[in-house]
């Protein structure tokens, strides 16, 4: 089973310029998140999507970052303009929540991460 | 405020000696636990996952454990190997408001 697949892996780009992650999530699993990871730090939740719908964009900084979840599968998320300070792993992660009791959880599956350098 | 503290920030230990690694939540209320490992470069890959009636959980030479009463878990790692070097999360769960705290990781570097 292929797992949380994104990309681009690696990307460098200037301050000021837009960048884009693209994120396709494991088959069936109706939840998809996007977190930031700075070094040395546990990922943060940017955004969460159940099927299409953002249901937790709180974190989410509104004025440059953007994200799209169009046909409830793979989801984009777009930084404009990018500045020093985005320099991150971006990450993306999926899980199902059907069939199970809110009680146990759902296992988070990551992608391998988009790692950013804004210089 | 939903907090996640780990502890030691940072470990090194040698090759084939055991370690144990803290996790101290103020979640609430709790649902679930996890902890992943998370290799330099690479996605977190989930470890364990708990829920408030269990209180230890086994995946080869890791062992979790949960006390929910002191809201503590640990993280036992057995005859470490270099492939343990990495970093360790530790991830709390609220009831039914389907958001994760994140803890900031514990680093272990296995030596030989």
């Known amino acids: 089973e292929a797992g949380v697949v994104q990309s681009p892996r690696y990307k460098i780009i200037e301050k000021k310029q837009p960048v884009a992650f693209w994120c396709n999530p494991i088959s069936g699993h109706n939840t998809l998140y996007w977190y930031r990871q700075n070094l040395g730090q546990g990922p943060e939740l940017l955004i969460r999507?159940?099927?299409?719908?953002?249901?937790?964009d709180s974190q989410l900084p509104k004025d440059r970052f953007s994200a799209e979840r169009l046909k409830g599968v793979d989801s984009t998320l777009k930084i404009q303009p990018a500045e020093l300070g985005d320099s991150a792993v971006y990450l993306c992660?999926?899980?199902?929540?059907?069939?199970?009791?809110?009680?146990?959880?759902?296992?988070?599956?990551f992608g391998e991460g988009s790692w950013l350098t804004v210089v | 405020k939903n907090q996640v503290e780990q502890s030691p920030q940072s470990l090194i230990i040698l090759e084939g000696k055991n370690c144990t690694l803290q996790?101290?939540?103020?979640?609430?209320?709790?649902?679930?636990l996890r902890w992943y490992k998370q290799d330099t470069g690479r996605g977190p890959v989930s470890l364990t996952i708990m829920t408030f009636s269990e209180n230890t959980k086994s995946n080869g030479r890791y062992t979790a454990t949960l006390d929910a009463d002191t809201k503590q878990s640990s993280l036992h790692i057995t005859a470490s190997q270099l492939s343990d070097s990495a970093s360790y999360i530790c991830?709390?769960?609220?009831?039914?408001?389907?958001?994760?705290?994140f803890g900031d990781g514990t680093t272990l570097t296995v030596k030989p």
């Open positions: 992660a999926s899980s199902s929540s059907i069939g199970r009791r809110k009680s146990s959880g759902n296992t988070i599956y």
């Open positions: 991830v709390v769960s609220a009831y039914n408001a389907g958001k994760s705290t």
């Open positions: 996790c101290n939540y103020t979640v609430s209320p709790f649902s679930n």
């Open positions: 999507y159940e099927n299409e719908e953002a249901v937790d």
